[in-house]
């Protein structure tokens, strides 16, 4: 069983930047090296939208088109936290931010359906204003 919790959401303005933190926790001796994690955002009345994805074995990213170049996602490969990066936010970014993870090897197409991962987090309310 693994359980997550987010931290590092808030309020802030047009352009700021935040860091979100993912904190998996893990029954005891069980390593997180090859576990996949994500995050993903979800506006009240919209499906859920893949934001960024990063890789165990090897730490290869993945992003959305509309934060890539903007959002950074990483980790250490053998424990958490995962984090998320965001800079130069906009509005639009406005979200709950939620981690999500496997301990199973994805595709690349698979990270954006969210449909392969197996924990989630609560999410942290991530808002951007104008």
């Known amino acids: 069983q693994v359980q997550l919790g987010e931290s590092g959401g808030g309020l802030v303005q047009a352009g700021d930047s935040l860091r979100l933190s993912c904190v998996a926790s893990?029954?005891?001796?069980?390593?997180?090296?090859?576990?996949?994690f994500a995050w993903f955002r979800q506006v009240p009345g919209k499906e859920r939208e893949f934001v960024a994805g990063i890789s165990g074995v090897g730490g290869r990213t993945y992003y959305a088109d509309s934060v890539n170049g903007r959002f950074t996602i990483s980790r250490d490969t053998a424990r958490t936290p995962v984090y998320l990066q965001m800079n130069s936010l906009k509005p639009e970014d406005t979200a709950v931010y939620s981690c999500?993870?496997?301990?199973?090897?994805?595709?690349?197409?698979?990270?954006?359906?969210?449909?392969?991962?197996?924990?989630w987090g609560q999410g942290t309310q991530v808002t951007v204003s104008s």
């Open positions: 893990v029954a005891s001796g069980r390593s997180l090296s090859h576990f996949v």
């Open positions: 999500a993870t496997t301990p199973r090897y994805l595709d690349p197409r698979d990270y954006y359906t969210g449909q392969e991962f197996d924990y």
